[in-house]
């Protein structure tokens, strides 16, 4: 199993301002994972994090907006910047051991 | 792309009925099929998976079986409880044989069920 921390739980952000969410996980692993869940969607991938190369971002998600950081093999950042009111939403971390994924309590996150 | 779609919520039921919530998706290759929970206030959890055609994953009571021929993956239980009452993912990985990076997720049904 892992077990995953992430930081903030909730936040209420200005527009224009950046958050940046922190990731920790109780072992090494490889590749860390981290989604967005928009109000009353679906969870999408918006990027793969490997360690000491650069992130792997999906269709839609850019590194200008959504830079991110994996400094070792046990902790991983995601930055939201400068916000906009649709930028509220859920993010979780995730990484995926022995075919099961694992996930965060995920970051609630409120742009006013 | 790979997709996942499954039915909307929220679906109430009363106490011992029996659920079947359906997963229909659309993938390249050999997925392997998920359907995750997430419990009021808790964070996401795996319920069951499946990483081959006609595998069928149980867990809790519930039980969903890997239908290459209509690509689905329906989610059942007999009869539910009230601690039941939650959000299900059905999600899918590009990957068979279980590996479980870069999910692509349903939009999650929301289940009530009332004692």
């Known amino acids: 199993s892992a077990v995953i921390s992430q930081k903030p739980s909730r936040d209420i952000c200005q527009r224009g301002t950046s958050l940046t969410i922190q990731c920790q996980v109780d072992s090494q692993v490889t590749m860390m994972f981290w989604y967005r869940q928009q109000p009353g969607q679906s969870l999408t991938l918006i990027a793969t994090a490997n360690q000491g190369s650069e992130a792997t971002y999906e269709s839609g998600f850019v590194i200008d907006k959504f830079p991110i950081s994996r400094p070792n093999l046990t902790f991983s950042t995601l930055t939201v910047s400068n916000m906009s009111p649709e930028d509220s939403s859920i993010y979780l971390c995730s990484v995926a051991r022995v075919a099961e994924a694992f996930f965060g309590q995920g970051t609630r996150l409120t742009v006013v | ?42 964070g996401l959890q795996l319920l069951l998976k499946a990483t081959k055609a006609d595998d069928k994953g149980s867990n809790k009571g519930f039980e969903a079986t890997y239908r290459k021929e209509t690509t689905s993956f329906h989610l059942e239980k007999g009869s539910v409880q009230v601690s039941d009452s939650a959000v299900y993912f059905c999600a899918l990985s590009p990957y068979s044989g279980g590996g479980a990076d870069g999910l692509t997720f349903g939009k999650g049904t929301h289940l009530i069920i009332q004692p």
Do not use: D, K
């Not at chain 2, 039915?7 to 029996?18: D, I, K, N, Q, W």
């Open chain 2, 1 to 42: 792309g790979n997709s996942v779609t499954q039915m909307e919520g929220p679906v109430t039921l009363s106490e011992e009925a029996f659920l079947t919530i359906n997963c229909t998706y659309t993938a390249t290759g050999y997925p392997s099929l998920f359907w995750y929970v997430q419990y009021p206030g808790e």
